[in-house]
């Protein structure tokens, strides 16, 4: 069974910024979708960002537009997560999820966490005031 493992998460202040990596255990042999999502203590799991195997096609929440940016690198079959100029709002455990065999995804389907069928355990982000 296919697991995915994200990296980067950690402490840091308001302002600054973090860079999260997600990767399968087995590199995905054809295309792909891959997306982060958070949760924060209290709160649903939301959607952040995703993005097609090539890169060509990428979706963000509008509480990120501007300030996260989301790359994938598919020889490696991994995303990249690269968060600027982080806020206390952004604090959460984020989650890297991913569909294998998909070329294109509609955005309003990208956000659903109900259509991937992988995920990672998380990383924890935390950004103090």
């Known amino acids: 069974q296919v697991y995915l493992v994200e990296s980067g998460g950690g402490l840091v202040q308001a302002g600054g910024s973090l860079r999260l990596s997600c990767a399968p255990s087995e590199r995905f042999a054809g295309t792909y979708i891959m997306a982060w999502f958070r949760q924060a203590p209290g709160y649903d799991r939301e959607f952040v960002s995703a993005i097609t195997w090539s890169g060509g096609n990428s979706y963000f929440a509008d509480s990120v537009r501007g300030r996260f940016a989301i790359s994938s690198d598919s020889a490696k079959s991994t995303v990249y997560l690269q968060m600027n100029d982080l806020k206390p709002d952004d604090t959460a455990v984020y989650y890297c999820?991913?569909?294998?065999?998909?070329?294109?995804?509609?955005?309003?389907?990208?956000?659903?966490?109900?259509?991937?069928?992988?995920w990672g355990q998380g990383t924890q982000v935390t950004v103090s005031p």
């Open positions: 999820a991913a569909k294998k065999d998909i070329y294109v995804v509609a955005e309003a389907l990208a956000e659903r966490e109900s259509w991937y069928d992988f």
